[in-house]
């Protein structure tokens, strides 16, 4: 595990709770509560699927 991977990972969790976010208040501005329901299990879902991806994909970028 080197640097550029925990780079890579806090990249993506920063990009998910960013993500979470916009999906909050979009959640808010619809009628349905299904569509509410799945747009914060979409939000929750980021966070465990972009810092992941983010620890992969971090040191193809930088070439480590």
Known sequence: MTAV?????????VL???EFLFL???AGR???PETK????????SQFVLLP???FFIAPLFVGD
């Open 37 to 44: 329901r799945v747009l914060r299990v979409a939000g929750l």
């Open 5 to 13: 991977n925990l780079i890579g990972a806090v990249l993506g969790l």
């Open 52 to 54: 992941v991806l983010g």
């Open 24 to 26: 909050r208040v979009l």
């Open 30 to 32: 619809v009628d349905l």
């Open 16 to 18: 998910a709770a960013v």
